[in-house]
């Protein structure tokens, strides 16, 4: 195989949607950048690989049934590492805040060769939450030479740990990138199972799915849509199901019964950007969404008690609803009731950067390659 410059990591359905506008920027600019998947999470991948018209060079197949953290790592590393020596790479890059983001990260750092972590500096704080994505983020930083930070905030945050400022990129985040794209299509799929809205009716985007709220924070917010839904048969839920049982189980035992609150099997990235577009509002626990839907003038009420990305909250955008459902059900019924309260939050906004995130990443890479 010709040696490559860039190999580009990814394992899960949101890495694949933040480094595609990536590859496709770093193969503009003529470096060549294999794909490695380790496929962590396998379907919701490969959706998103089908999307964006990318196919891996190597693919790991490294889901299992019920996985443990340390077991995904024990396979992916020795793989990872392995295939940077083989592809001749010059640097490894991955994105994000995943098993797979740390074992790539350690597995260049094995090797010799530089690592460039995009999303870099996000911290919220705590490394039990989220966990175990805090510290993944925290562990990959200390081995990372291109540090490509989405904000100011996320610089300054590397720079409080020791990180030398020349290696620290402020780029935007990559999402935005794709979001922007995406949505400015004139026309996006719509769900099977999600009825047509009608007349009157708001759409509600639902998605919780993190580990660190799996039992009773889980549950508690479910429990706060439930109320949310019986309350106000003219909205309209729609909540693409994490196929994890400790989701989807809870899932269907509180909210299956209720006629306004819709199911759905994991979306693709065009069905769900459709689905932002056409919200209301968006209730979550993941990270992408507080970045992609400020973007879209969304209000995000967020089911976590703290947020690595501050900077949406600072501008507006989101606001944190805690893990009891009591908060939750609080704000959403204001939003509801008051247009005023509303419209301060629907507000188009960019704390995440400018759309071009990536042409920045290819262009820092591809100045180093040349030296």
Avoid at 68 to 77: D, G, P, Y
Avoid at 321 to 335: F, K, N, W, Y
Wanted: with cysteine; aromatic share 6%; proline share 8%.
């Amino acid at each position: 195989m010709e040696p490559s410059d860039v190999l580009v990591v990814m394992g899960t359905r949101p890495e694949a949607i933040k480094l595609a506008p990536v590859v496709h920027a770093l193969r503009r600019a003529g470096l060549r950048a294999p794909i490695l998947a380790t496929a962590q999470h396998r379907a919701l991948l490969d959706q998103m690989l089908g999307v964006f018209e990318l196919v891996p060079d190597w693919d790991l197949d490294s889901m299992r049934p019920d996985q443990k953290l340390s077991e995904l790592v024990a396979r992916t590393l020795p793989a990872i590492e392995r295939i940077i020596l083989d592809s001749r790479c010059r640097a490894v890059l991955a994105q994000g805040d995943t098993t797979t983001v740390f074992t790539a990260a350690l597995a260049a750092f094995h090797a010799r060769i530089p690592f460039g972590h995009v999303e870099a500096g996000l911290r919220s704080g705590d490394l039990a939450a989220p966990f175990p994505e805090e510290g993944n983020r925290r562990l990959a930083s200390v081995l990372t030479r291109f540090h490509f930070a989405p904000t100011a905030t996320a610089r300054a945050a590397l720079l409080a740990e020791g990180v030398a400022g020349a290696g620290i990129h402020v780029v935007g985040n990559t999402v935005i990138d794709a979001v922007l794209a995406m949505a400015a299509r004139p026309r996006l799929p719509w769900p099977a199972g999600l009825p047509a809205l009608a007349a009157g009716q708001r759409l509600v985007l639902v998605t919780l799915h993190r580990r660190e709220n799996f039992g009773a924070p889980l549950r508690a917010c479910l429990g706060a849509l439930a109320a949310f839904a019986r309350r106000h048969p003219e909205a309209v839920l729609a909540y693409p199901v994490h196929p994890n049982p400790n989701v989807a189980e809870p899932a269907r035992a509180l909210l299956g019964g209720l006629a306004n609150v819709h199911l759905l099997e994991p979306l693709d990235y065009p069905e769900m950007v459709g689905l932002m577009r056409a919200s209301w509002a968006v209730i979550t626990d993941s990270g992408g969404l507080q970045e992609e839907a400020p973007a879209l003038g969304k209000p995000v009420l967020v089911c976590r008690e703290v947020t690595e990305r501050p900077e949406a909250v600072a501008a507006g955008s989101v606001r944190l609803a805690g893990g009891d459902g009591t908060t939750l059900l609080a704000l959403a019924e204001q939003l509801w009731a008051d247009p005023e309260a509303y419209a301060a939050m629907a507000v188009p906004r960019f704390p995440f950067g400018d759309g071009q995130a990536s042409e920045r990443i290819a262009g820092i890479l591809g100045a180093w390659l040349a030296t």
